[in-house]
């Protein structure tokens, strides 16, 4: 199984703030003011999932959003011992589909 590198599954928590927000009709800037961030924070956040677990912290309460956000960060059963296991396994694959071709 393919599993998502820690890039992947930043960005896609970022998508799911910005979901939420955009769900509640919310501009980046009243997001930003709820939680107590600054504007450039949380446009950063969105783009590239990037942020500190503090800020993150202050964004799930105002968005109340938990399960969904623990499902994005779900991994298989059969998880790779190390991150050096993980990107290998990445590599392996992406070689094996290059390849292919």
Do not use: C
Request: glycine letters at 2%; hydrophobic letters at 35%.
């Amino acid at each position: 199984m393919l599993f998502k590198s820690p890039g992947e599954v930043l960005r896609e928590i970022g998508f799911q703030v910005q979901r939420k927000r955009l769900e509640r009709n919310w501009t980046q800037a009243k997001l930003a003011h709820h939680a107590n961030l600054s504007l450039s924070v949380l446009r950063k956040f969105e783009q590239t999932g990037k942020i500190s677990l503090e800020s993150f912290v202050k964004l799930a309460y105002v968005l109340d959003f938990s399960e969904e956000l623990l499902e994005s960060v779900k991994l298989p059963t059969d998880t790779p011992d190390s991150m050096d296991e993980l990107l290998s396994d990445r590599k392996t694959r992406k070689r094996m589909r290059a390849s292919t071709k």
